[in-house]
Nanobody
Framework: VQLVESGGGLVQPGGSLRLSCAAS????????MTWYRQAPGKERELAAT????????YYADSVKGRFTISRDNAKNLVYLQMNSLKPEDTAVYYC?????????WGQGTQVTVSS
């Protein structure tokens, strides 16, 4: 099983980034997918989650209206489009797959929002 995040980097406030998570080794289309993030000195928190079929999604209040989660079950990919980024969005972003008693984490990708 692998979850590999990409797309992180340094961006100025107000800018945009798109994170990707490539999944392999499990039946991706049956798993809900979630992006978590962990800022320095803080606990990991949920940013956004999407149902296995992509119909339902949920966002933390802190990112609602700025971030969009989506998935492509044909390509085993999940995305996080991040717009209007703020310095407080700086964190390591993790991809997480869950289905009943099974759960997998990616290794994370760093997002830094700074001028």
């Amino acid at each position: 099983v692998q979850l590999v995040e990409s797309g992180g980097g340094l961006v100025q406030p107000g800018g945009s980034l798109r994170l990707s998570c490539a999944a392999s080794g499990f039946t991706f289309s049956t798993y809900a997918m979630t992006w978590y993030r962990q800022a320095p000195g803080k606990e990991r928190e949920l940013a956004a989650t999407i149902s296995s079929n992509g119909i339902s999604s949920y966002y933390a209040d802190s990112v609602k209206g700025r971030f969009t989660i989506s998935r492509d079950n044909a390509k085993n990919l999940v995305y996080l489009q991040m717009n209007s980024l703020k310095p407080e969005d700086t964190a390591v972003y993790y991809c997480y797959a869950s289905y009943k008693g099974y759960a997998y984490w990616g290794q994370g990708t760093q997002v830094t929002v700074s001028s």
